[in-house]
């Protein structure tokens, strides 16, 4: 049978790029219609949390759900026993979404959106795969201190009270994502994958060493590393006077003479990161807020795949 | 080093304008928010170095390109004698003077100055302007023109009969000049440089702008010349008398044959006779009947032929009627009585007179249009205020000032009268020429640089001759002279035009037209209209110029050649420096005139190179630009995988 052929972006929003992909609506509007396109798109599902499919039996504890109580072997044994499904295999979630105030920017304002719309949308769209597959998904969301957070929640109600509080997120003060992140490794109690969505200008040192905390207490971690194109590209004028908005530190730079330099260094700082990152099982993905949103979204699954 | 186009530098100034600002003016530049400022200040701590090293690299290339820039607009030169020069106002004098055509060996002097001329205009560029000037010719206007109409003009130039006044010229054309827009400014001075041709002056003529002297080595021959004619000794003779024609032969230290000089009357050889060098001779010459008598001494031709002949004219005429009014003196009075006696004139009533002589200007205002009036002052200063009056009245523009000045000198002039010579004046007035009437007048003789005799015509158009002392012993010697009588016969006859022609005109000169007269013919036989001026200038030609009223001579004026002209003596090399200025610079041949015209002549121009170095330049300016471009491995793909 023949398909309508259609470009593919029309019926996959998902391969929209940011810019276009911000006049579509609210987040849970975009967020669920990049997730349909981006699971239309897929070969084979990756449905394995929606699965009702038998796994194994166990011994019923307080608190299981009665419906999932294998009557016939009560009948042989004697004993409760509960079925375990595939989706009781399915991880616990925590969304870590850095508002500090560098992820309010945006190179090109009005066209291109800040690293912080970025970073909502992506968390929506994940929460909303996670939570699909039978995943609990939780969020938390910091600049020098957490400042929001959602308990990891399996459920319809979860994505909608995620979207709730990621839609009001804002940008604000500087970053220090260590303290975020050891507060996080302590308050989380079951192992599970922490992503980490940020621009990851913070002090590199001490992020490294509180995402090692995290590794060490048995969390898989995945840092998708937001950048605006116009970070890695300096703006085509002469001479600039560059600001931090977080620190308000001034650099006077004549763009034409250290163009080059800049591009490097800037590649070159990436490149730290993933080399720091990975001996100790981080995944480290770099995300330009240019880049439509099922580029992240097929790195989570082949994490989440790799996970099992 | 100089520069063809220095204004050009003032544009390197305001193109620095935007280098300075962006060198010293940093804090202008735009604020812009950036959260990556970390990578930029690890990109300056880990590059500092090399930017920097660049940065120093690319403003020296940008600094030397702008510089370079400029010096190539404002036409860099280097020093030296090349074969370009600045653009150039340049006057070209070529003295075309009566002496320009000597012939020397097979070809004039005036070829010979043409073509140094030429040498000039091919030394020159486009951007060089000139103007000629023709020393024989000063009346010609000059335009100033490119090197094609300079050199159609040079070309064009013949040989003036006229005197050449160098160092006139030189003020002209030093006058030119300094009104020219050009920043570098020269004279060529071509001439033979008569000694003559530089009356005694108190300055430099050309003041501080240089002047390339052309100065031959070839010295100028030993010449031969009729240097004066004169008819009846100053008296022309009258209807049916006989004369004597009197030629004066140019002294020559070298040479004393004498010359053998043919007299020619009405086209008809009347004489022959021997004059030696520095004398003269006398023949005579038949009476003639009533009318206008042409002649001309002739000698054999030399090297310089228009000083090998000399003209005169007078009328032959019944004796001119004379009236006397005023108080004229004793000695006036009794050599008109002698004259008339001799038959030289016939004393009349001022209402029929042809010449009037007055003492106190009585009887002007009844005087026939066709007379002339020769007027004499009172000894009595305190009888001028009435003359002065009358002189306003009939519409003379001199005035007698009222206070005699005393002193002992004899007359002189280029002009003077045979019969004024060697007379001492002690007691004249001075003659003051008022600014209201403009007539045109001449001064026939001077005492100590003051006007003492001038003559003009009135603006009823009737000649006058005033006198600035009074015709008596205690205020000139004159009376007492032999002068006396000639002096009163050649007011009467010659100058009053009643008999004989004029003999002391100069070709160059500008001649009075008589006031009836409508049309002047030139030697050449052209006619040419009087104009409003009633002067008659460009008499570059030796030969009789007739006045013509219709068919009518009036007048018949003879010129000759400038006897100066035929002293081919040559300044010495000193005498340019001293008469021209210490700014001459002396060329003898032509491969020193080649280097000396232009003296601001420099080498090679430097802009091609210098766009050439600035090109490559900006090549250079490019790489180091673009240094550090190399693609290090670090693509998008490759940071997003």
Request: a negative charge; charged letters at 25%; proline letters at 6%.
């Given at each position: ?155 319809r109600r979860q994505w909608a009270e995620l979207t709730h509080h990621l839609a009001a997120l804002e940008a604000s003060e500087g970053t220090s994502a260590e303290r975020a992140i050891r507060d996080l490794a302590i308050r989380l109690k079951r192992r ?117 | ?294 002649g001309y001494v002739d000698a054999d031709p030399d090297a310089l032929r228009t000083d090998d002949r000399r003209y005169f004219a007078y009328h032959s005429r019944p004796a001119p009627r004379v009236a006397t009014t005023g108080d004229i003196g004793l000695f006036a009075t009794e050599a008109i009585s002698v004259l008339e006696s001799a038959d030289r004139l016939r004393s009349v009533s001022p209402r029929e007179a042809e010449v009037l002589i007055t003492g106190m200007g009585v009887s002007l205002d ?276």
């Open positions: 049978m023949n398909t309508p052929h259609t470009a593919p972006n029309a019926s996959r929003p998902d391969l929209l790029d940011a810019a276009t992909l911000s006049q579509l609506g609210g987040i849970e509007l975009i967020a669920r219609e990049v997730v349909e396109g981006f699971l239309m798109g897929l070969h084979r599902s990756p449905h394995r949390g929606f699965s009702a499919e038998f796994a194994e039996l166990r011994a019923y504890q307080a608190g299981d759900d009665l419906r999932y109580i294998d009557w016939r072997m009560f009948g042989r044994s004697d004993r409760y026993y509960v079925k375990q499904f595939e989706e009781e295999t399915n991880l616990r979630a925590h969304l870590l979404v850095d508002v500090s105030k560098s992820m309010g920017w945006s190179s090109d304002p009005g066209v291109l959106p800040p690293k912080l719309w970025y970073a909502k949308h992506l968390a929506a769209s994940l929460a909303l795969i996670l939570l699909r597959q039978g995943d609990s998904v939780g969020m938390a969301a910091f600049h020098d201190i957490v400042v929001e957070r959602v308990r990891a929640r399996g459920g599970g994958l922490v992503i980490l969505l940020s621009d990851l200008l913070v002090r590199p040192e001490e992020t490294l060493t509180a995402l090692k905390f995290l590794r060490h207490h048995g969390h898989e971690v995945l840092v998708f590393h937001l950048l605006d194109p116009g970070e890695r590209e300096l703006p085509p004028v002469s001479e600039a006077r560059f600001f931090d908005p977080e620190t308000n530190d001034e650099l006077l730079v004549s763009i034409p003479d250290i163009r080059n330099e800049y591009r490097a260094a800037v590649a070159d700082a990436l490149e730290e990161w993933r080399n720091n990152l990975r001996p100790h099982g981080i995944d480290y993905h770099v995300l330009e807020t240019d880049q439509p949103l099922s580029s992240a979204l097929r790195t989570y699954l082949r994490k989440r795949e790799r996970l099992g | 080093m100089g520069f063809l186009n220095p204004l050009f530098l003032f544009t390197g100034l305001v193109i620095g304008v935007p280098v300075f600002l962006h060198l010293f003016h940093r804090q202008k530049t735009r604020r812009l928010s950036f959260p990556a400022l970390r990578y930029l200040e690890r990109t300056e701590r880990e590059h500092a170095k090399e930017i920097r090293i660049r940065q120093l690299l690319l403003l020296l290339i940008r600094i030397m390109v702008l510089l370079f820039l400029v010096g190539a607009g404002a036409r860099i030169f280097i020093e030296g004698r090349g074969s370009s020069h600045p653009p150039t106002a340049v006057v070209l004098i070529v003295d075309n003077s009566m002496s320009s055509g000597l012939v020397v060996g097979e070809s004039r002097v005036l070829d010979e100055l043409k073509e140094i001329a030429v040498t000039s205009l091919e030394a020159s560029s486009t951007e060089d302007q000139f103007w000629v000037l023709r020393a024989g010719e000063p009346w010609l206007p000059s335009f100033p023109g490119r090197t094609s109409e300079a050199r159609a003009i040079v070309e064009s130039t013949e040989t003036s009969d006229a005197r050449g006044d160098l160092a006139g010229s030189l003020e002209r054309a030093a006058g030119i000049l300094r009104t020219a827009s050009f920043k570098h400014r020269e004279i060529h001075l071509i001439s033979d440089l008569q000694a003559s041709a530089f009356p005694a002056r108190g300055e430099s003529p050309a003041g501080d702008i240089p002047v390339v002297v052309w100065s031959s080595r070839q010295s100028l021959s030993q010449n031969h010349a009729i240097t004066g004619v004169s008819v009846g000794g100053g008296l022309p003779p009258l209807e049916g008398d006989k004369t004597e024609i009197t030629v004066y032969a140019l002294e020559n230290s070298n040479d004393t044959t004498p010359l053998s000089i043919r007299l020619i009357v009405n086209e008809q050889m009347r004489g022959v006779t021997q004059v030696p060098p520095g004398s003269a001779s006398a023949t005579t010459l038949a009476a003639n009947a009533s009318g206008w008598i042409r009844i005087l026939p249009l066709s007379a002339s009036v020769l007027v004499t002052p009172p000894s009595d200063p305190t009888l001028l205020p009435g003359l002065n009056r009358r002189l306003a009245n009939e519409g003379i523009p001199w005035r007698y000032s009222a206070r005699p000045r005393t002193g002992s000198a004899i007359l002189g002039g280029r002009n003077l009268p045979d019969p004024l010579e060697n007379v001492r004046i002690e007691r004249w007035y001075d003659l003051e020429l008022s600014d209201d009437l403009e007539t045109p007048s001449r001064t026939l003789a001077e005492v100590s640089n003051d006007a003492w005799a001038v003559q003009g015509t009135d603006t009823r158009g009737r000649p006058y001759l005033l006198v600035a002392s009074a015709l008596d012993v205690s205020s000139t010697s004159l009376p007492v002279s032999t002068g006396m009588v000639r002096f009163i016969d050649w007011v009467a006859n010659e100058w009053a035009g009643t008999g004989m022609g004029h003999t002391d005109y100069e070709a160059g000169d500008e001649l009075s037209a008589p006031r009836a007269a409508t049309h002047v013919r030139f030697p050449y036989g052209e006619e040419f209209e009087i104009d409003g001026t009633r002067v008659v200038r460009g008499t570059s030609e030796v030969g009789f110029y007739d006045f013509l009223n219709s068919d009518s001579i009036l007048d018949v004026v003879a010129l000759n050649s400038p006897i100066a002209e035929s002293r081919l003596e040559k300044l010495s090399p000193e005498a340019i420096l001293t008469q021209i200025g210490e700014r001459a610079r002396p060329a003898n041949d032509r491969t020193e005139w080649s280097r000396e015209v232009f003296g601001q002549r420099q080498g090679p121009e430097l802009w091609w190179p210098l766009l050439l170095v600035t090109i490559i330049l900006l090549g250079i300016e490019s790489l180091v630009a673009s240094a550090g471009r190399v693609d290090r491995g670090v693509t998008r793909t490759a940071n997003t995988s």
